[in-house]
Nanobody, 118 residues
């Protein structure tokens, strides 16, 4: 199995910044098959949505609402993914989940709360 351990959430004022980290550990056989890592978020009463993702080639995609404010990056050697969040808005408040796609097998972190106060 693969475990995803997240860190970096918290409470911040609007306009502030936070950096989320997610590290994969566990089965080497499964970890080396990870080809996409990303961040999802789920706000109360809303569906979980993809925020940003990055593949092993470095290609990225973002949900429209965070473009220009959030940056996803990764350290492929360590199977770690980061999400730098700048110019945070109250509507960014949600539980953020790390995801790893190991060629069709999905793994999820436990989630980290991000709260942006106005």
């Amino acid at each position: 199995q693969v475990q995803l351990v997240e860190s970096g959430g918290g409470l911040v004022q609007a306009g502030g910044s936070l950096r989320l980290s997610c590290a994969a550990s566990g089965s080497t056989f499964r970890i080396v098959r990870i080809n996409v890592m990303g961040w999802y978020r789920q706000a109360p009463g809303k569906q979980r949505e993809l925020v940003a993702a990055i593949n092993s080639g470095g290609s990225t995609n973002y949900v429209e609402s965070v473009k220009g404010r959030f940056t996803i990056s990764s350290d492929n050697g360590k199977k770690t993914v980061y999400l730098q969040m700048n110019s945070l808005k109250p509507e960014d408040t949600a539980v953020y989940y790390c995801n790893a796609d190991a060629r069709g097998v999905d793994y999820w972190g436990q989630g980290t709360q991000v709260t942006v106060s106005s």
